[in-house]
């Protein structure tokens, strides 16, 4: 544990404070995940509302930075500065580190370390193993920000291997018809492959364009994926019983009328709400998420054993409500920037 | 339990029908006796429980997270037994998860007050799936898009049998079914139709026009009046009395007055109707008699039902589906003459010399109450289904509307990527000027070229977007072909129309020059 008597007298929110532009920190004058480009970044990781482009220097993990150059043309005007998980470096009078987060490849939570107290902004994190990313490493802390995307005592994520069994046993079902998966392409798309190939499917998955780049850069990155080929390269396919990723969006694009009498499943933890299910047009939802179920953000708070909780992104009130009856100082952190995206 | 839970699961999220025959089909081969036959009742309509109260629910899902969790919980789901199986965890120290069989079988033995620590016990058991179709099984609401015909349907489907073989001996029969898994699977006998007031497969017609008319010869046919209420079956045998929809689904309870009036044994098929003195009501009246499980007793003084009768089936023991329709006609005509019975009256013959005077007959028939003519041949058998040739149906020409496209949503399977449920509009004077109210909606009459072009223009013209719900811009005119149209107090537009659909798409015509909500009331008669 880093408490200190230091946190007696000092106030972590006058050093670490929500700003319109992000989460900023004063004396290391540098954002965390900032909504816009400003001259100095901290990115926990590269989904679009954490990483976007334009900033004059950019610190993340080795990952990371390789996730941005493919997603924003190789950021030739940013300044990028790569930190593995485990090392730290100095930034004003900050001292910076990263640890694994188990959200996606090269996800991290940033750790702070300011004046002997050390806060821990965990950015979008999940407790159960992911085969492309490392786990989850609680860092005791005086403060830990904690996502709550999923923080409703109603999202139980079941297991992986369940869901991708609901796909398999969908296909078996309807041998002649293509299943069209909904999947975010960074992350989501070669987790869900990955999935795939350790139920023992080993047949080519096609995919979507938009889908190749990523998942090229995470099989440079020792992720095997198997075989995997665009639809675009079919010839003489129809696609009867085949598994097509995609991104959410094109099930209902024009792009997906090429094959026979789709089926859409979509990926995602919103899945497990019929309401939501429904809304998003899913025939087979498939509840698989990146982000941390009630069970794992409970667990997590308990985990990393912070007198202080700050909760942003999500459903705030139910975690907040959870921590003070546990004893935790906890509130609700509103930041600039964050949707609610394919989680 | 969790078999039948993952297929209820598939099948809430499954429009397509096909499909939904396809889940159903694959689980009553998978599935063994008796799970299987319970799974057929649940989905049939033939088990009622009702044992789990929303207060016991609630107060389950209090005691588990306390009240301030699960009213913030409650509030983002929506739905109570949803919500609850969401938020109990499986303890894995419960045991085996319970078969459907054992559900049912310890339900129907178990007291009320033995009935909620059972039902804990379960929850631990079970996982998030299991838990909701649990839930959903004792609070009495499948709601999984699925009618007893179409379970039907897929359990006629495994044993390669057409449906109406399992609809003549499905009376007869109680949940588990076995009986019917043995025929149709192992090989076993057919069990025996039921003669105590089962329903008979109705016969049903082809549409028809005046130009194919013209193939037929008048002489073969006898016409009678398309009434526009609900077609019935009436059965009554050894004392059991029973009123059936077109597709065997028992309405007796909902009909209670027609069901007092039954002192007869015998099938007969005919229109339910609501009549008032001598007149036939609007469909709209009858609307409101319908998809009730208790009727209060000023519905039955205000919407009498009636029976409009026009075939008979069975009468006194004897079946008569064998005979011609001429014959059967005159038994009916014979039988009807021998005693006066308010509820119950005969549908009269029109008599024709050739197709030129019925013709000129249905133009002038406006009457309400009547939608067409049937044809039927004089030496028709009752056969179940539709077969091609003996009857025919001659619908009065559809009205029509001029109205503007408001939003469209995407189809589903083969549509899924096409923008092919339309809402349209009419005009009307609102608050601030002119304005479109909603009117119905339309997902068919196009030919698959018009839905590209639909879907495209869709497209191209979206204004906003609501969920899968796309506003457009109101400026393309749809000609609506429809059957009827009432009032109505859950349309914004006070009207409803009845089977609406897509005639012609008027580019032609200027949105301003669309039907106003004015000129559909004129329509009202």
Redesign the interface.
Known sequence: MAISTATETLNPRTWLYPTPRGLYCEPGDFYIDPAFAVPRAVITHGHGDHARPGHRKALATPETLAIMRTRFQDMPDTEQQALKYGESVKIGEVEVGFAPAGHILGSAQAVLAYKGQRIVVSGDYKRRPDPTCPPFEPVPCDVFITEATFA?????H?SDAGEIG?LLR?VA??PERTHLVGVYALGKCQRVIRLLREAGYDKRIWLHGGLMSLCRLYQEHGVDLGDVAPVSEAILETFKGAIVLCPPSA???????RFA????AVCSGWM????R?????????LIISDHADW?ELTQTLKDVGAPKVWVTHG?E??LV??AR?IGIDAEALHLAGREEEDS | MQAFARLLDSLSFQPARNAKLRLIETYLRETPDPDRGWALAALTGGLDFSSAKPALLRGFGQEKIGAELFALSYDYVGDLAETLALIWETDPAAGPPPTLGEVVETLQRATRTQTPAILKRWLDALDSTGRWALLKLLTGALRVGVSARLAKQAVANIGEQPVDAVEEVWHGLDAPYRPLFDWLLNGAPRPQSNAGAAFLPAMLANPIDRAELDALDPAHFRAEWKWDGIRVQVAASGGLKRLYSRAGEDVSGAFPDIIEAIDFEGVFDGELLVRRETAVAPFNDLQQRLNRKTVTAKMLKEHPAHVRLYDVLWLEGEDLRGLGFDERRARLEAWIAQKERPRFDLSPLVSFADWAELAAKREEMRADGIEGLMLKRGDSFYVAGRPKGPWFKWKRDPMLADCVMMYAQRGHGKRSSFYSDFTFGCWRDGAEGRELAPVGKAYFGFTDEELRWLDKWVRDHTTNRYGPVREVEQKLVLEIAFDGIARSTRHKSGVAMRFPRINRIRTDKPAAEADTVDNLLRLLS
């Open positions: 409703l005592p109603v999202f139980h079941p609901k969908s079902t309807f099930i209902a694009d024009r792009w997906s009328r009498e789709p089926i859409a497990n709400v019929r309401a299910a429904r809304q998003r047009g899913a025939e087979l939802p069970p459903r009130e139910a409500h959870y009856g």
